[in-house]
């Protein structure tokens, strides 16, 4: 599956050190997987989410959750935001 951006993780990484090494791993797992639907990657990923048409994952131990949209068919995923937990408690990355 090809990550649409990378550049998103190294940004967020940049505030927060402590968070590279899980984003690139993570990372690591999507570019090196194809999941043809939700149950391939909810396999993969136990603590992954669905929320609307985003799908959530918990990073780091769930100290960071790093929001995206997929399109399985062309095996695409975009990353929407990276935040902290308590960022996204907030919920500004729902609109």
């Known amino acids: ?5 990378n550049s998103t993780l190294r940004a967020f990484a940049a ?5 590279e090494s899980a984003l ?8 090196k ?13 136990n ?3 669905k929320v609307d048409d985003l799908v ?4 780091g131990g769930n100290k960071y959750r790093l929001i995206a949209y997929i399109r399985f068919g062309k095996q695409i995923l975009y990353i929407k935001a990276v935040l902290t937990h308590q960022d996204y408690d907030k919920g500004a990355w729902i609109s």
């Open 56 to 59: 959530v994952f918990d990073i």
């Open 15 to 19: 505030d927060h050190p402590k968070a």
């Open 33 to 45: 997987n194809r999941f043809a639907n939700w149950a391939e990657l909810k396999a993969v990923f």
């Open 1 to 5: 599956m090809r990550i649409i951006s």
């Open 24 to 31: 690139q791993g993570w990372r690591r797992v999507i570019e």
């Open 47 to 49: 603590t992954v989410d």
